[in-house]
């Protein structure tokens, strides 16, 4: 019992460090693909999700479902003839660790267009830690009205 007492402390903390560091590895996908948008590169924006069948976007009343479909999605709304990708900014990021390999995000868009306008609103992510890095599994993103 007492080397129970002992090492339950050193393992506590350990959990902590390793939480800890999921904060910073998550923002720093978060910061990668704003960059890549704003450089209008979908291919390296999508590299910060799970690319898979099972992937989920949510927008709207619609479900996305797969990286292919949901980088589909993207292109269409945001490259095809007519549209623009305007300027990403990402706000109000809070990183939850659900985990060593599991993260929640909530936090706010905005993109700046050439004419002006400031479509935005907020999401929430789901992120799970592969061999390959952090990537989001689950994206419910909302616009305002």
Do not use: C
Not at 5 to 19: D, R, T, V, Y
Not at 59 to 87: C, D, F, H, N, V
Not at 106 to 129: N, S, V
């Amino acid at each position: 019992m007492f080397r129970f007492a002992i090492l339950l402390p050193l393992f506590s903390s350990l959990a902590l460090f390793a939480a800890d560091d999921v904060s910073p590895a998550v923002h720093a996908v978060l910061v990668r693909q704003q960059e890549a948008w704003n450089r209008h590169d979908l291919e390296a924006f999508m590299s910060g999700y799970w690319n898979s069948p099972q992937l989920t976007f949510f927008s709207g009343a619609k479900q996305t479902s797969g990286w292919q479909p949901t980088l589909e999605r993207y292109r269409q709304t945001y490259q095809a003839a007519g549209k623009e990708m305007g300027r990403l900014g990402f706000s109000d990021l809070k990183i939850e660790s659900l985990g060593a390999d599991a993260a929640f995000v909530r936090g706010a868009w905005q993109l700046t267009m050439p004419d002006g306008k400031t479509p935005h609103g907020l999401f929430t992510l789901i992120f799970r830690k592969f061999p390959e890095g952090w990537k989001i599994v689950h994206d419910h993103t909302s616009a305002a009205e």
